[in-house]
């Protein structure tokens, strides 16, 4: 079939290069626009466009999906169907009754848990033993219409959102590919999502992602996991924001350390939660990259009455 693809970040560009290799026509490409990043704010290019623009791909770049171009342009393409990975905006109908065959939108989650933007967040922080990922047809709703396949991949004690969404990419890449090919071949039909087991992963914001020593280790182990990388979880030392990195049960007994109090040797550095103390990994200081908890320590040196603030109390 003639296909447009839409999306965005790092994991569609695993989607776009297995449907570049397989016996689909890839049209043409829509993006997001370039945006700044880094301290200089230069404009860069999507990841999905960098390769496109590598494998002279036509690009378009709409503001948005009722940008009048984009209509105009999926109409002179006329594609058969169009595939859609993390694209980032949403398509009004008139752009999703285009492809002769509609738009594919492949989803990470097993539909319908957790529609929305931040899916694998929501199903590591949530504590979820098993995701995956799932192709359907786009509707209106929010990720609410039919589904054609899906796939499952267990989540693993030491997940985070990176890892996790690596091996969904390459395994949803595989399922993408194979609905095209049920669709082109009329051996494959959308089934009606079920209307029990709903669930909604809504936009990740930076106040989500600081952490809540108040509450258990668990919980506070599973957000820090779902927040690596992006937006990564962090917490407030000395009033200053301070990132973290994955963190590991210590071992040490319960009611050891106070929430947020912080016990600190050569070679590690505590935190107290509502249950057991945790062990830092990484940390990551204003302006500064990542290093080992022990490394930062011996650097601010943090004294009896230091410690990591929650939420509610003022940093």
Do not use: C
């Not at 948005?64 to 980032?88: F, H, N, Q, W």
């Not at 899916?119 to 589904?147: C, K, N, Q, W």
Request: no cysteine.
């Amino acid at each position: 079939m003639r296909i447009v693809f839409a999306g965005t970040p790092e994991p569609a560009v695993v989607s776009l290069r297995a449907l570049l290799d397989s016996g689909h026509e890839v049209l043409a490409v829509v993006t997001r626009p370039p945006a700044p990043t880094g301290r200089g704010r230069t404009l860069q290019p999507s990841p999905v466009e960098e390769l496109a623009r590598d494998r002279d791909l036509r690009v378009l770049t709409p503001t948005g999906g009722r940008d009048p171009e984009l209509l105009d342009a999926l109409t002179a393409l006329a594609p058969d169907a169009a595939a859609v990975v993390a694209y980032g905006a949403l398509l009004p109908q008139p752009v999703l009754d285009v492809p002769a065959h509609g738009w594919v939108n492949l989803h990470f989650s097993l539909l319908p848990a957790w529609r929305g933007a931040a899916p694998v967040y929501a199903a590591i922080r949530h504590g979820d033993d098993i995701t995956g990922a799932s192709t359907f047809r786009l509707e209106a709703g929010m990720d609410t219409g039919p589904v054609f396949g899906t796939v499952t991949e267990p989540i693993r004690p030491t997940d985070t959102t990176t890892d996790l969404l690596g091996r969904l990419s390459v395994s949803g890449a595989e399922l993408l590919v194979r609905t095209l090919d049920g669709i082109a071949d009329g051996t494959l039909e959308p089934v009606p999502q079920p209307p029990g087991g709903v669930s909604h992963a809504g936009k990740v914001t930076v106040a989500d992602a600081r952490i809540d020593w108040t509450t258990p280790a668990v919980a506070i182990d599973r957000a820090v996991r779902a927040l690596t990388t992006e937006p990564g979880a962090w917490t407030v030392f000395r009033g200053h924001r301070l990132g973290l990195g994955p963190v590991e049960r210590s071992g040490a007994p319960a009611g050891e350390l106070a929430p947020g109090q912080l016990a600190v040797s050569k070679t590690s550095v505590l935190v107290g939660t509502a249950t057991t103390p945790l062990r830092l990994g990484t940390v990551r200081p204003p302006g500064k990259r990542p290093m080992p908890a022990a490394d930062w320590a011996r650097g601010v040196r943090p004294g009896p009455e230091d410690r990591f603030t929650h939420p509610e109390e003022q940093a």
